[in-house]
């Protein structure tokens, strides 16, 4: 058996006993029951995942997988390739929107050169675990080999559990590669049959023509390599990322070591997905930060019986997102830990049974 199948199988579904005490405990809270709507509801999962009753989030990370893509040459992108190395100065600058909003909830961003065309000096706030210098044009060949997709996953996987040792109680993803929509997308129509029409979007902003380009470039790709849906490996060696493929093993990793994981948008959840479909149980240890504007986001959190926090017509992707939504799951977990009780604040119950 190979680490990553390994990691797989220790993963378990939530405690359904945890979540009958941790609602005993939520229908003694001064409130009419269900007032607080989904809101308690992160708290309840946040709870039952950590199997306690008394829940702390008092470390958060957003970890950024930054990546290159061969297919970025086919024009399916409207901003060159040497913008994902320029991003990644940025985050280690500390000058981007995640940066901004990492530091507005209180969270710690993490930068990981999964596969950037270009060689790094060592910086603060930086983890250099390069598969290669972008993976291959997926419209004329795999986009990768068997071995770099299970490097990729491996490298998530890891840095989950040393996320988990650290004492992380709380990850987000993130994510930066020009062109990165468009394996997204081809990863969400192998999975799901959809034709790329119906999930692929303008990602950085193309225009008509640009959209026209990349469906049929997907569409070239899918029909040339006829990527196995039920086998993710397969679908990730034919027309993944691997940056997708890092948050795939993140989730795994996460899910085996029940840490919640807060997904960012379309290609974050793309790389979810390949998790997913590894093995359905870590669906239970996600939350779905936001819907994005790309069409087929919402395709492939219905796949994953997921429900998007936020819809703020958010496209941004590096883990925006996943910042904000943070900041609800801990509000979710403080109100089941530090609202009083009924008896506590000596308040009459409701009178109906």
């Not at 981007?96 to 990981?112: D, P, S, T």
């Not at 192998?190 to 990349?214: E, H, N, S, W, Y």
């Not at 959190?301 to 936020?310: A, E, F, I, N, T």
């Not at 943070?326 to 609202?339: C, D, F, N, P, Y």
Request: hydrophobic fraction near 40%; charged fraction near 25%.
């Amino acid at each position: 058996m190979d680490y990553v199948q390994s990691v797989l199988q220790e993963i378990k579904p939530i405690d359904e006993h945890y979540l009958n005490r941790v609602q005993l405990h939520i229908d003694t809270l001064t409130m009419p029951q269900g007032s607080l709507g989904r809101l308690i509801e992160l708290g309840k999962r946040y709870a039952a995942i950590k199997r306690t009753l008394q829940p702390r989030i008092e470390k958060k990370k957003i970890i950024i997988f930054a990546a290159d893509h061969g297919v970025a040459q086919e024009g399916v992108s409207a901003y060159p390739r040497e913008v994902t190395k320029q991003m990644v100065v940025n985050f280690l600058q500390g000058g981007a929107g995640i940066n901004v909003l990492a530091r507005h909830v209180g969270a710690e961003v993490g930068v990981v050169d999964i596969g950037v065309d270009c060689d790094f000096s060592d910086s603060a706030g930086l983890i250099k675990k390069k598969v290669a210098r972008g993976t291959r044009n997926m419209a004329q060949e795999h986009a990768m080999t068997r071995r770099q997709a299970h490097k990729a996953l491996q490298t998530g996987i890891e840095l989950a559990r040393e996320a988990a040792q650290s004492g992380i109680d709380l990850i987000g993803t993130g994510e930066m590669g020009i062109g990165n929509t468009t394996p997204s997308s081809a990863i969400v129509a192998a999975f799901t049959g959809l034709p790329p029409c119906r999930v692929t979007g303008r990602g950085t902003g193309v225009d008509d023509k640009g959209l026209q380009i990349k469906t049929e470039i997907i569409e070239k790709a899918l029909l040339r390599h006829k990527p196995d849906k039920n086998d993710p490996m397969d679908v990730l060696v034919k027309v993944g990322g691997f940056e997708i493929a890092a948050i795939a093993g993140l989730v795994i990793g996460a899910a085996a070591e029940n840490v919640p994981v807060v997904i960012d948008g379309f290609i974050s959840t793309a790389g979810a997905l390949v998790a997913y479909e590894m093995n359905n149980t870590v669906a239970d240890y996600l939350f779905a930060s936001h819907q994005s504007v790309e069409k087929g986001h919402r395709v492939t959190l219905d796949r994953m019986g997921l429900q998007p926090l936020l819809d703020l017509d958010l496209r941004l992707g590096e883990g925006t997102g996943a910042a904000l939504a943070v900041s609800l799951v801990e509000a979710g977990v403080k109100l089941i830990t530090e609202m009083a009780t009924f008896e506590e604040a000596g308040v009459s119950e409701s009178r109906q049974e």
